[in-house]
């Protein structure tokens, strides 16, 4: 069993940024990819942005060039930094660990508005 607690959301106005942090209770993160989620009301959770257990990352096409995730094995801690914030990135943000059973934190609320 694994717990991923998420932290860092907040109301931030247009043009801010956040770090949003997952903290896993055993050191896994390198072992795994993780990923970033949201989900605003109404729509579908969508992957943010994701590492692989090698390091590579990927993006969705509304963040690219705007969002950095990156790890901290050492801290069991994966970030997700980010920047330029716009309004239509207001969402609940969870932390996706996938092993042979898929593992999500509680999600931390992150609203963009002036």
């Known amino acids: 069993q694994v717990q991923l607690v998420e932290s860092g959301g907040g109301l931030v106005q247009p043009g801010g940024s956040l770090r949003l942090s997952c903290v896993a209770s055993?050191?896994?993160?390198?072992?795994?990819?993780v990923g970033w989620y949201r989900q605003a009301p109404g729509k579908l959770r969508e992957l943010v942005a994701g590492?692989?257990?090698?390091?590579?990352?990927n993006y969705g096409d509304s963040v690219k060039g705007r969002f950095t995730i990156s790890r901290d094995n050492a801290k069991n801690t994966v970030y997700l930094q980010m920047n330029d914030l716009k309004p239509e990135d207001t969402a609940v943000y969870y932390c996706?660990?996938?092993?042979?059973?898929?593992?999500w934190g509680q999600g931390t609320q992150v609203t963009v508005s002036s």
């Open positions: 055993k050191s896994i993160f390198s072992f795994y990819a």
């Open positions: 996706n660990l996938r092993m042979a059973v898929e593992y």
């Open positions: 590492i692989s257990s090698g390091g590579t990352t």
